[in-house]
């Protein structure tokens, strides 16, 4: 089968990074809220290995950002999710779950509280956006919500705060997980974060604007020509193994946050206002009938998942799908994602999962494998 393209358009932005990223090689694109996120450089094997051993900047422009500020600001965040936000302060970072009115997941963001009065929701591949125009519509809320001019560059890998105090000095390293400050870049300030998707360690820089784009990714590629500095993008294997989950892949509007292991971060009992509490707090007395689990898959290489495969049990009835799946080198075996019933999810069960070229056996782990 001959390759397919991407063809250009104004609908399908291109980003801040782009001329970076194509001067390095960029192999393979998806699209991404109506922008281009690369997916491989090199091959997807050879960029998951480099991850994991040195440090590569990502053009993850796509990351769109929500703006909510006004005086309701507060109010319409905690409306949006589960989570209880009332002892979040400017400076922090959360990972919320964001759902609709019968606690069906709508996007995974981080919510970035840059004042009391003013946040970045870093939205996951949909349009969160009307949603969120809706219920101020509707509730005739003081809040402004709009997509700023932001585009996130990511600096990933064991070797990230090396090359970040490389470029923004060595007070970077002293930024905690899910906690921001701000830095200046020829005389601009620019909103720094200690976060990413990926389990290796790194950085999101926030970027106000174009003109920056280009001179900051030359100045990361030059600072960590020592340091084995890539072109990189979030891997599909790296991510399997550290159950990172993707919107739109492993979980949707379908699902709750219970059914995707989420229920850490939602606070049904003090979540006061979320459009979806009511729907929660009954899957949160009753628990979730499926959930998100790792499975091992066994055999050789397992074909792209570019479809849902079925997950049988040994009489061949459903008990659940696996939504992504690739071979771990590291591990030396076939690691996925999977949605599974709870006759089936205890670690250690055996069930069949339904590939492309064949049905394979796996077995369901009891943690991911990072």
Not at 147 to 160: F, I, K, M, N, T
Not at 260 to 289: H, Y
Not at 332 to 337: L, R, V
Request: one cysteine or more; proline letters at 6%; glycine letters at 8%.
């Amino acid at each position: 089968m001959s390759p397919s393209f991407i063809s250009p358009s104004r609908r399908l932005r291109r980003t801040p990074f782009s001329p970076g990223v194509e001067a390095a090689g960029v192999k393979a694109y998806t699209v991404y809220n109506h922008m281009l996120l690369p997916t491989m450089f090199r091959s997807i094997e050879e960029d998951y290995h480099h991850l994991k051993s040195a440090v590569q900047v990502w053009d993850v422009a796509c990351e769109r950002q929500v703006e909510i500020r006004g005086p309701d600001a507060g109010r319409l965040v905690q409306m949006l999710t589960p989570r209880d936000l009332r002892s979040m302060r400017p400076g922090q970072c959360y990972y919320v779950p964001m759902v609709d009115e019968t606690g069906g997941m709508l996007n995974d963001p981080v919510a970035v509280k840059i004042a009391e009065d003013r946040f970045w929701i870093s939205i996951a591949d949909s349009d969160l956006m009307i949603w969120i125009k809706g219920i101020v519509w509707g509730l005739r809320l003081d809040v402004l919500v709009d997509e700023p001019d932001v585009s996130p560059l990511a600096v990933q890998g064991p070797r990230s705060d090396d090359l970040m105090a490389a470029v923004f000095g060595d007070r970077v390293r002293d930024i905690r997980f899910f906690r921001f400050d701000w830095f200046e870049f020829q005389g601009v300030p620019l909103l720094i974060a200690r976060s990413g998707y990926s389990r290796q360690g790194g950085f999101e820089i926030y970027v106000e604007g174009t003109h920056l784009g280009m001179p900051l990714w030359n100045a990361l590629m030059e600072a960590g020509k020592d340091l084995d500095v890539h072109a990189g993008c979030p891997n599909l294997i790296e991510r399997i193994e550290g159950g990172l989950l993707s919107y739109g892949n492993d979980m949707t509007r379908e699902n709750t946050p219970h059914e995707c292991g989420l229920g850490r971060f939602c606070n049904t009992m003090t979540a006061i206002g979320c459009v979806g509490r009511d729907a929660l707090l009954r899957v949160s007395q009753e628990g979730p009938v499926r959930q998100i689990r790792a499975l091992e898959i066994d055999g050789p290489a397992v074909p792209p998942c570019t479809e849902i495969w079925a997950i049988s049990d040994e009489r061949g009835r459903s008990v659940g799908r696996v939504t992504s799946a690739a071979w771990s080198p590291d591990f030396n075996t076939n690691a996925a994602i999977g949605m599974v019933k709870l006759t089936h999810w205890d670690p250690d069960t055996r069930v069949f999962v339904h590939a492309p070229d064949s049905v394979r056996e796996a077995t369901v782990r009891e943690s991911f494998f990072a």
